[in-house]
């Protein structure tokens, strides 16, 4: 299994670059964590929303490798608590395939993105940066990482 997160957005914060970089570093090389940071289309500032999400869509879902399992980083998804992330890393682990997690720009994701997904993931209620989002999913996986190994860094 190899763990891609295909976001929108290129320009991080270094403060995100580095998080990021902190929490992918600790988790095990061979599922070969990385990041696939999409430019936003060209001349996406003057569209309309809806043409923009559709644009996004169809560049988040070029990224994604083949026969990968699609998981969306969605306010719309379900809630789930350390252990449970753990369990599903665990199934998807024994499953092999890859996964990618998709993010989608200030506006959300569109339609066609969250159809194709397997899981939409919800990190909380409350509304987030998306480029924070990329340290918050490297961390909670790293979490879940380290309390299926029984690693001190989980303690709850």
Avoid: C
């Avoid at 763990?3 to 991080?12: K, P, Q, S």
């Avoid at 998080?19 to 940071?37: K, V």
């Avoid at 890393?89 to 989608?104: F, H, K, S, T, Y």
């Avoid at 909670?140 to 001190?152: D, E, F, G, K, V």
């Amino acid at each position: 299994m190899r763990l891609h997160l295909i976001a929108i957005g290129r320009r991080m914060p270094d403060w995100v670059a580095s998080g990021f970089a902190e929490y992918r570093d600790r988790l095990p090389r061979e599922w070969g964590f990385q990041l696939h940071a999409l430019a936003a289309p060209a001349g996406s500032k003057s569209m309309d929303a809806t043409t923009r999400l559709r644009r996004e869509g169809e560049a988040l879902l070029k990224a994604v490798p083949e026969g990968a399992r699609i998981i969306t980083l969605d306010e719309r998804g379900r809630e789930v608590d350390t252990r449970g992330l753990a369990q599903r890393l665990a199934g998807w682990q024994d499953d092999g395939r890859d996964v990618a997690l998709l993010i989608g720009g200030a506006d959300g994701l569109d339609a066609a993105v969250r159809e194709r997904a397997e899981w939409a993931w919800s990190l909380s209620p409350l509304t987030f940066p998306h480029m924070l989002v990329r340290v918050l999913v490297a961390e909670q996986l790293y979490r879940a990482w380290s309390l299926l190994n029984n690693h001190p860094y989980h303690r709850a």
